[in-house]
């Protein structure tokens, strides 16, 4: 027999949800036709990849096939295209590179584990992370190894570039900037738990900001990797990356909410709750003050952005982990109902295309790594002190943890692995 919260005569503080170990639930998701990562949109043309192991490439206005590439194994991300070259990373430890016109294949690199991040460029040089715990440097022409930088864990992030540097988390709970031509560390910042992420790091007015499984959001000096400020989210970590619009960043949880956070120190502004502890894990889509994204209860948003308050809604047959794109007026996206959609600005359907299968991938429930845990009796200092931070948080104060990080430390994983 199954027992809920609701079987139980206890209050909602006198319960916390903690991680049961290592956060695993990514990499057991199986094949399927769902899609997760976002769209690409270039020249009339869009471009995802599934979990059926197939890159597309769509007419944009029709939402017709133009053609298709099949890996050997799952593409649980995104694409990116650099100099009309499709990039993925898949399950079987390869990144692909496949033309843009015509869906050859072009060459392909192999890791020594799966793929999970989106790729980026600097130059002639395309980076990518693995589960193997390597940061990988490739030439864009040739598909071979220029360099590898070995952090302490797996690596699920997508991976950034910002002015010749590279940025990068793992699951080591490191933080990592790397010169971009070598594949030296500069310095790293050490949050509390695994750093993963669906979707590229962003870079606003010298600030990067990316989320950790303590339940953080952190904008760190992306010269520097000093810390400017952190922002307390929920209970089940934070894995996406925020938008910036006018001085407010806006950030979703995985636990269903929709923060906008002002970027000058971190206080929050107003947030939206999807009435669901259920992920929101991308970068949400602004456009005419107007703030779009998807979440775990199958919805697309629409919320005005100045006041959080929820326009339209639509409804697809799977949950939304795909970042949505605008392109002429449309908005794309993936589901994983094994559809991608395109709307226009009022929410109404333009088409949806279905990938090669319509039987969802297997996804792992949320709480397989998580456990609701029941709390000691607390006593009245206790009280008083959770009822202080709470006022804290309500009126933006800092909290005792808002302070410089000081784990910019060398790193000793330089090494060479042949597979």
Known sequence: MELSLSDFDIEMQDFEVRKTGKFSRVWRIGYGGSIVGKPVLLDGRVYFGSRDCHIYCLDADKGEETWRFRADGPLPSGVEIFYNIVFAGSKDGYLYAVDAKNGRLLWRFKTGEEIFGIPCKHKERVYTGSKDGFVYCINIKTGREIWRFKTGDAVACSASEHEGRIYIGSFDGNFYCLDAETGKELWRFKTGDEIFTVEPFRIFNGFIYFGSFDNYLYAVNAETGKEKWRFRTGRFGNSSSPALHKGILYYGSRDGIMFAIREKDGKEVWRFHIGAEEIITQFPLIHEDRLYFGSGD????????ETGKEIW????????????????????????????????????EVWRFATSTLVPAFNPPVSDDFEIVVKKTRTEEEIEKEEKYELNVAIGLRDEYDTKNEYQVKVEYQQKIKY
């Open 298 to 305: 199958d919805n697309l948003y629409c919320l005005d952005i």
């Open 313 to 348: 809604r639509f409804k697809t047959d799977g949950v939304i982990y795909s970042s949505p794109q605008l392109w002429n007026n449309k908005i794309y996206f993936g589901s994983w109902d094994c559809h991608l959609y395109c709307l226009d600005l009022e929410g109404k």
